[in-house]
């Protein structure tokens, strides 16, 4: 009986280590990655919207957006995307993980299709925003234009501000 219970333990002990896991570490991004809720506005060179109906452009009211590392998960590297919902984008910029700011200096592929994005002055301001519920979160925005793009000359502007807050998990903030 005794040596039952020996390899029972003995049995019960391995499992045990056997499904202990490996803690998951951070990636590299972690201090810009995000979803958030962001609008975007056509705004002239100053960044000023140049009358108040060029405020969300298109209409799309708030829409989610993703903030990430790239396969390579460097801390100076990560991806933009709109997830479809503004213009199709998905760029790969610079960012700066202390700072919180992030984009590019000149226009980079779109990782979406084919045309080239000029996504610049991104930056996060932590508790910059208040959300619907009144909570504070972090701001984002970031000034972004697309090479193929017909409106900002028909129209009289020269790119895009987009901006929001980071996603809380609170239900009254969607």
């Known amino acids: 009986m005794k040596k039952i219970f020996l390899i029972l333990a003995a049995a019960a002990s391995l499992l045990a280590i056997s ?22 506005d056509a705004v002239d060179a100053n960044g000023e919207l140049p009358a108040d109906d060029y405020a969300d452009f298109y209409g799309t009211g708030q829409v989610v957006i993703l903030t990430y590392n790239t396969a390579a998960n460097k801390a100076d590297e990560m991806i933009v995307s709109d997830l479809s919902n503004l213009y199709d984008f998905q760029v790969k910029v610079v960012c700066d993980q202390k700072a ?5 200096s000149a ?67 969607d």
């Open 19 to 40: 499904c202990q896991k490996d803690p998951i570490e951070n990636t590299a991004t972690m201090a810009t990655a995000g979803q958030w809720y962001v609008q975007m």
């Open 100 to 104: 919180l700011t992030f984009g590019n």
């Open 107 to 173: 226009a980079v592929a779109n990782l979406a299709y084919e045309c080239n994005v000029l996504l610049s002055n991104g930056k996060i301001t932590v508790n910059g925003a208040t959300t619907p519920s009144g909570q504070p979160a972090d701001a984002i925005e970031f000034d972004i234009a697309f090479d193929d793009d017909p409106y900002p000359a028909a129209y009289g502007f020269d790119h895009y501000k987009i901006h929001g807050y980071r996603y809380t998990g609170l239900a009254n903030d």
